[in-house]
Nanobody, 121 residues
Framework: VQLQAFGGGLVQAGGSLRLSCAAS????????MGWFRQAPGKERKFVSS????????YYEDSVKGRFTISRDNAKNTVYLQMDSLKPEDTAVYYC???????????????WGQGTLVTVSS
């Protein structure tokens, strides 16, 4: 699966951004999708994931209540709506697909190229 993430940018603390990830190459609607992020000098970490149907979503504790993951299978796109952004959310955000799972995201099998989100204080 080929993935392309976009929508990052510079935003002030408290602001919002919506990231998008467009998929191609395989049947997008068969797979669980996820978002990860990597802050400068740190490891890449899980942010959120969504099941193939969109009925189940999971979030890392620090983003619960602020970020919302969704998908549009007709458009082969997964989204990450990020509200109430904080400076500590600054990172490169990557989308990923788990082609071995359709409900619970387990292990990324393909990655997008990443999009930079910078939150100023």
């Amino acid at each position: 699966v080929q993935l392309q993430a976009f929508g990052g940018g510079l935003v002030q603390a408290g602001g919002s951004l919506r990231l998008s990830c467009a998929a191609s190459g395989r049947t997008f609607s068969d797979y669980a999708m996820g978002w990860f992020r990597q802050a400068p000098g740190k490891e890449r970490k899980f942010v959120s994931s969504i099941s193939w149907s969109g009925s189940s979503a999971y979030y890392e504790d620090s983003v619960k209540g602020r970020f919302t993951i969704s998908r549009d299978n007709a458009k082969n796109t997964v989204y990450l709506q990020m509200d109430s952004l904080k400076p500590e959310d600054t990172a490169v955000y990557y989308c990923a697909v788990d082609v071995a799972n359709s409900v619970v995201f387990s292990t990324p099998t393909d990655w997008g190229q990443g999009t930079l989100v910078t939150v100023s204080s």
